[in-house]
């Protein structure tokens, strides 16, 4: 609070020292005016209460018209302010005389002439001039006022008069004050007119004086400056206060000397002292500081400081030159590197310097009158001289580069600079010599020309590199140039991957120097902390010479004793595309510094090759794509044109088993997949049943013997069951063996590129043909499903044809089975009926021919052969019965042929004679019958007929013979067969 008061009652500031001027005056008035009422105030009160509110509204009122013109002040509002507050100073005063005493009162009479005053102090001699007239005009508006009786008159003094008095009085008062007023201005001038040639004549010195006020707690500020401040500085007043003033721009080490005169100020001391400061461009300067302490009798303290600065940083800088030129000329022969040396025109040393020594191991007082042939073999001392005399003769400095060889032996180039001396004459009167070790250079030079060597190496490997070509043989060329050309033991080549943000491997080196394929190695550039550090800029560039314990590789690790090991970054453009890494772990040579400014130079053909082999890569790919379009727009119309004729050969009318092998065939040889399996949909147990496979060989097998439920999802029916949804539902997969995990031995097992696609005929699926490309790998191509997707609507109506027609067949079979099964057993009925016949009429024929034997036998009496005709007419008779009862079973079961039975051919044989006994003895016949026990399975009763059959036609058909036979047996062929 008691800053902001003192503060307040602060004049204010200002740029132009007039403006500063004229506030000063009118903040001492204005505040004068502030505090002057406050006593009046306090009389009325106590002396003339009766007056007080007439008191109190005058003050309220002359106190807000001085604090207004107050604020307005402060606001830097001068001139405005001052006019304001003259203005309303006479207007109050005005008012006062026309309400009270009109011009006998002290309003007009002593407020006026203060008014016309203080506008003479603020606003010159043109201000004073304007108030005095306008008091004029009041004051004879006031006379005029009370003549016409609008005012009460004065008893003692007459108003003309005491107007005109009154005019004098502030006319005059005008005129002293325009007099002071013009003294002061005249002043003013005579000072700025010294001021500006105190400032010309500090713009052609490079001084300049200041004034620096010091408050109580010890801070200073910087007041004002005049001269050469600008100039010496760089700063203007201001610049010079907001960059932190005196303190901000001394130079650090100068500190605390300054702190030394600021102590020693404050003691009342003056100073000279010399400091160093820093220029607005950054330049230190040397100045040399006179200041004189501003004392404060009263507060006993220092209150500012008045002083000159003198710029001395020339001469400091010539006083360090001629330090330095005579230090330099005091041990310019002791202390230059080189050797030097004085000889007079016989080759006699005159002086030598400190190095001399170095190379002879002489004293150098020692040295002065030999020559060289004293210090130095004979071959050495003779180079020397012939050098020297050569000097002579030619009168001119020469150059030599020789090799020298010091006091220790060491062999060394050294360049030798030989100047003859001349005396005042012109005559040759010596030499001088300065030899200086050029070892260094001359190993710099080989180091240039191995760099130029290195350089040549590295731009033919850039342009090996940077050849279009695909990026990789490009990392391949790399890899060559890094460990052929630029012979590295082991190299490796990451590539960065933008998009995963990783570094890809390419191509490494194994423990025996030789390229291994890494292009499936990857890991995240997060686990990579050598690759984020040199992908961070161009150039970078990571290089250790014990690699394996920095980064603590483990023992087995393939890095694990590496030492020198370096990692470049290859940039291509403002993007990293690459870090090469080398070491030389197999020889464990160093990395020398040509090779990794080789590498480092290269990793930017490296960069660019790399990305023009993606770019040519894309270009190329994006050239494939368009070709690969086209081919495959001519080979889905291939394909479709194939799919047409396939399916004219397929949807002919066939047998179901044609038809599934013409699919398989087509699917296999005309669309081109490795292997095809064929199911026909089973409705009735919701199943696929297998009908033709493809074994690992490409080669048809039947597998009709398998089928797979669909009644629940599982890996083997998923397949089937999502074509089976709707018509033209493909089921594709490019990991089947991943996705469906088959068993080691199953036949799906290993395959990858699998395809399902359901025939459907109308609206119902009827098979399910799948493919795949285990044999070859191979991808299944768009074409490939495509044509597939085709042929499938056309199998389905294949095998529903193949169906229909079978159905057509089988019952067209099945007709003409029964037509030739009547057509069979007509015949059979007829030849039945002719047996049964035949057969009944045997027996018959032989009662007959017994009948008559039984007569004769009768008639003979030989009963013997009665009894035996008998019992053959009774067992002709038991043979009938027997057919008869048979007959009569097979009428019962419905049909003629008995069940076989395993029957001796002897026993068929003699059933046989017995029926045909009696027509064999009527034609008196011999039979001859051959028994080898041969067995017959056959029907007996149906063969003792065909048998009696045979009898019967070899009697019917034997004609006249003397002695008629037949012969019944069986024998065997060649092939062992036995033949009846």
């Known amino acids: 609070m008691i800053a902001f008061i003192r503060n307040l009652l602060k004049p204010p500031l200002f740029e132009e020292e007039e403006k500063t001027h004229q506030a000063y005056l009118l903040h001492v008035i204005l505040l004068a005016f502030i505090l002057m009422p406050l006593p009046y105030v306090l009389y009325v009160l106590i002396q003339e209460p009766e007056d007080?509110?007439?008191?109190?509204?005058?003050?309220?009122?002359?106190?807000?018209?001085?604090?207004?013109?107050f604020i307005v002040l402060r606001r830097g509002h001068v001139r405005a302010a001052a006019i304001l507050h003259i203005g309303i100073m006479w207007s109050f005063f005005a008012v006062i005389s026309a309400t009270s005493s009109s011009i006998y009162g002290v309003a007009y009479?002593?407020?006026?002439?203060?008014?016309?005053?203080?506008?003479?102090?603020?606003?010159?001699?043109?201000?004073?001039?304007?108030?005095?007239?306008?008091?004029?005009?009041?004051?004879?508006?006031?006379?005029y006022a009370q003549y016409q009786g609008w005012s009460p008159p004065d008893i003692l003094d007459a108003p003309l008069q005491t107007w005109i008095v009154s005019m004098l009085l502030f006319m005059a008062g005008m005129i002293l004050q325009n007099l002071s007023a013009r003294t002061v201005k005249d002043a003013l001038q005579r000072a700025r007119a010294s001021e500006e040639r105190y400032r010309l004549i500090s713009r052609v010195s490079s001084d300049y004086a200041f004034g620096t006020e010091v408050r109580k707690d010890g801070?200073?500020?910087?007041?004002?400056?005049?001269?050469?401040?600008?100039?010496?500085?760089?700063?203007?007043?201001?610049?010079?206060l907001a960059s932190g003033?005196?303190?901000?721009?001394?130079?650090?080490?100068?500190?605390?000397?300054?702190?030394?005169?600021?102590?020693?100020?404050?003691?009342?001391?003056?100073?000279?002292?010399?400091?160093?400061?820093?220029?607005?461009?950054?330049e230190i300067r040397w100045e040399r500081i006179f200041a004189h302490p501003v004392w404060d009798e009263k507060e006993n303290r220092l209150i500012g400081i008045i002083g000159a600065v003198q710029d001395v940083t020339v001469q400091k800088r010539a006083e360090e030159v001629l330090r330095e030129a005579i230090l330099q000329q005091s041990a310019i022969l002791n202390n230059i590197p080189d050797i030097a040396w004085l000889k007079d025109r016989d080759g006699r040393y005159i002086a030598v310097n400190n190095q001399f020594y170095k190379l002879t191991n002489v004293p150098a007082d020692d040295i002065v009158g030999r020559t060289d042939?004293?210090?130095?073999?004979?071959?050495?001392?003779?180079?020397?001289?012939?050098?020297?005399?050569?000097?002579?003769?030619?009168?001119?400095?020469?150059?030599?580069e020789e090799l020298q060889t010091d006091r220790d032996g060491n062999t060394f180039w050294a360049e030798t600079v030989k100047t003859p001396i001349l005396n005042s004459q012109g005559e040759v009167v010596g030499t001088t010599g300065i030899s200086r070790d050029i070892t260094e250079r001359k190993q710099a030079e080989v180091l240039i020309q191995n760099r130029r060597i290195t350089l040549e190496k590295v731009i033919g490997l850039g342009k090996i590199v940077t050849q279009a070509d695909d990026l990789r043989s490009t990392v391949k060329k790399i890899w060559h140039g890094v460990r052929d050309e630029l012979s590295f033991d082991r190299v490796a080549i990451f590539l960065h991957n933008t998009e995963r943000n990783s570094m890809d491997d390419t191509f490494g080196t194994n423990s025996q120097g030789e390229m291994v394929d890494e292009w499936d190695?990857?890991?995240?550039?997060?686990?990579?902390?050598?690759?984020?550090?040199?992908?961070?800029?161009?150039?970078?560039?990571?290089f250790s010479h014990n690699y394996d314990v920095e980064n603590n590789i483990a023992e087995g690790h393939e890095m694990y004793g590496v030492k020198d090991y370096v990692a470049v970054a290859a940039w291509a453009g403002d993007k990293p595309v690459a870090v090469l890494c080398a070491d030389h772990w197999i020889s464990g040579r160093p990395i020398t510094a040509e090779q990794l400014e080789a590498l480092r130079l290269f990793s930017g053909y490296a960069g660019l090759a790399?990305?023009?082999?993606?770019?040519?890569?894309?270009?190329?790919?994006?050239?494939?794509?368009?070709?690969?379009?086209?081919?495959?727009?001519?080979?889905?119309?291939?394909?479709?044109?194939?799919?047409?004729?396939?399916?004219?050969?397929?949807?002919?009318?066939y047998d179901l088993q044609t038809t599934l092998t013409r699919i398989w065939r087509s699917v296999r040889n005309d669309l081109g997949f490795d292997r095809v399996g064929i199911y026909l949909y089973n409705a009735q147990r919701h199943s696929m049943d297998g009908t033709l496979g493809t074994n690992n060989q490409g080669e048809m097998i039947d597998e009709s013997h398998t089928w797979i439920s669909l009644k629940q999802d599982d890996r083997e029916s998923r397949a089937f069951l999502l074509v089976l949804e709707k018509p033209d539902t493909i089921y594709v997969t490019r990991s089947f063996d991943t996705e469906h995990a088959p068993p080691k031995d199953h036949i799906m097992s290993g395959v990858e590129e699998f395809a399902a696609i359901a025939a459907w005929a109308g609206e119902k699926p009827v098979a399910a043909i799948c493919v795949d490309h285990r044999m070859t790998g191979r991808r299944i191509s768009d074409e490939q499903l495509e044509g597939l997707r085709l042929f499938a609507g056309y199998a389905a109506l294949a095998i529903e044809n193949a169906k229909l027609n079978e159905a057509i067949q089988s019952e067209l079979i099945q007709r003409q089975r029964f037509i030739e099964e009547l057509e069979t057993k007509n015949a059979e009925l007829e030849r039945f009926t002719y047996t049964v016949s035949h057969d009944l009429k045997s027996p018959l024929v032989t009662i007959v021919g017994f009948l008559r034997y039984l007569e004769k036998?009768?008639?003979a009496g030989d009963f013997v052969k009665f009894k035996r005709d008998l019992w053959r007419i009774e067992h002709a008779v038991g043979k009938m019965h027997n057919l008869l009862k048979d007959l009569l079973e097979l009428s019962r079961v419905g049909r003629l042929i008995n069940p076989p039975s395993e029957v001796a051919f002897s026993t068929i044989v003699k059933d046989a004679l017995e029926l045909v006994h009696g027509e064999i003895d009527d034609e008196n016949i011999l039979i001859e019958f051959t028994n080898r026990d041969a067995i017959v399975k056959c029907d007996h009763v149906r063969i003792v007929e065909v048998m009696q059959n045979l009898i019967e036609n070899a009697i019917k058909f034997m004609g006249d013979q003397a002695q008629p036979r037949i012969e019944i047996g069986s024998f065997e062929d060649d092939k062992g067969t036995n033949v009846f």
């Open 373 to 400: 042939f004293d210090l130095f073999s004979g071959q050495i001392a003779q180079r020397y001289r012939e050098g020297d005399v050569l000097v002579m003769d030619s009168r001119e400095q020469k150059v030599f």
């Open 52 to 69: 007080a509110n007439r008191a109190l509204a005058f003050l309220a009122v002359d106190e807000a018209i001085n604090i207004a013109c």
């Open 245 to 282: 003033g005196w303190l901000g721009h001394v130079h650090p080490d100068d500190r605390e000397r300054d702190a030394r005169d600021m102590e020693a100020l404050h003691h009342r001391q003056d100073i000279r002292s010399e400091i160093r400061t820093f220029a607005k461009n950054g």
């Open 610 to 653: 790399i990305e023009n082999a993606r770019l040519h890569e894309k270009i190329r790919d994006e050239l494939s794509l368009e070709t690969l379009g086209k081919e495959r727009e001519e080979n889905r119309r291939a394909m479709l044109e194939r799919v047409v004729r396939i399916s004219q050969s397929v949807t002919e009318v």
């Open 219 to 240: 801070t200073t500020r910087l007041s004002w400056v005049a001269g050469a401040f600008e100039e010496m500085t760089g700063y203007t007043y201001e610049e010079y």
């Open 521 to 542: 190695i990857w890991f995240p550039l997060s686990e990579a902390a050598t690759f984020t550090q040199v992908l961070q800029k161009p150039d970078g560039i990571y």
């Open 109 to 143: 009479l002593l407020g006026n002439g203060l008014v016309i005053t203080i506008a003479g102090i603020l606003l010159g001699s043109r201000g004073s001039l304007i108030m005095t007239l306008l008091t004029v005009l009041e004051g004879g508006s006031l006379v």
């Open 857 to 859: 036998d009768a008639e």
